[in-house]
């Protein structure tokens, strides 16, 4: 029978060495407020409403890290319920996530995203978006796929969705401190 030692270990040692996530989200253009999709601020005539500042695109990454590591989700982390969050930066809640998954002994490999709205066209602005998103997940932007689509055939003239997949490796151990020169070699050394 195993020790609780050796099951502890036993553990830790199988932890995969990659972890996929899944985020998925969708929101309500309304008019009147800003519209932002990954950290960018675009022109439009309306916005996202609903939790936060609405950001499609942050809030399925941010499920997508969480849902890696299986950690609860970002309506459990953050309640739309909760005025705390009411226009809150987006960004808060991937630094969150983050900061979870380098606790779990991860890091984002990279991430793929799939964004589904009618306007505006995410063309002119996917650069500038996957340079932002790469800032703030601390990676190069082209370990960040981005994708936009629209919605034919789904009647959904007046919402954004976003699909994100997010790949997470373990952090490799730091290498041992080298063991001391053993008082044989010391000898040896001196003559
Ligand atoms: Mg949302």
């Not at 309306?46 to 989700?73: K, Y």
């Not at 998103?133 to 601390?138: F, H, I, Q, S």
């Not at 936009?148 to 994100?164: F, M, Q, R, Y």
Request: hydrophobic residues 40%.
């Amino acid at each position: 029978m195993p020790t609780k030692k050796t099951q502890r270990r036993t553990s830790k040692d199988h932890r995969p060495a990659l972890r996929i996530g899944y985020g998925f989200d969708s929101h309500e253009f309304r008019l009147g407020i800003p519209l932002k999709i990954g950290g960018i601020t675009l022109t439009h005539d309306r916005g996202l409403g609903g939790h936060s500042d609405g950001d499609v695109l942050l809030h399925a990454i941010t499920d997508a890290l969480l849902g890696a590591i299986a950690a609860p989700d970002i309506g459990t982390l953050f309640p739309p319920s909760d005025p705390k969050w009411k226009g809150a930066d987006s960004a808060i809640f991937v630094h969150e996530a983050l900061a979870r998954v380098q606790d779990a002994g991860y890091r984002v490999s990279n991430i793929d995203a799939s964004l589904i709205l009618a306007a505006p066209k995410i063309g002119p602005h996917a650069a500038a978006i996957r340079t932002h998103v790469a800032e703030l997940l601390g990676l190069p932007s082209d370990c960040i796929g981005l994708k936009a689509k629209t919605p034919e055939g789904l009647n959904l003239e007046n919402a954004a969705i976003a699909h994100v997949a997010a790949l997470l490796e373990k952090i490799p151990q730091k290498a041992r401190p080298k063991k001391k020169a053993s008082p044989k070699k010391k000898v040896r050394r001196t003559m």
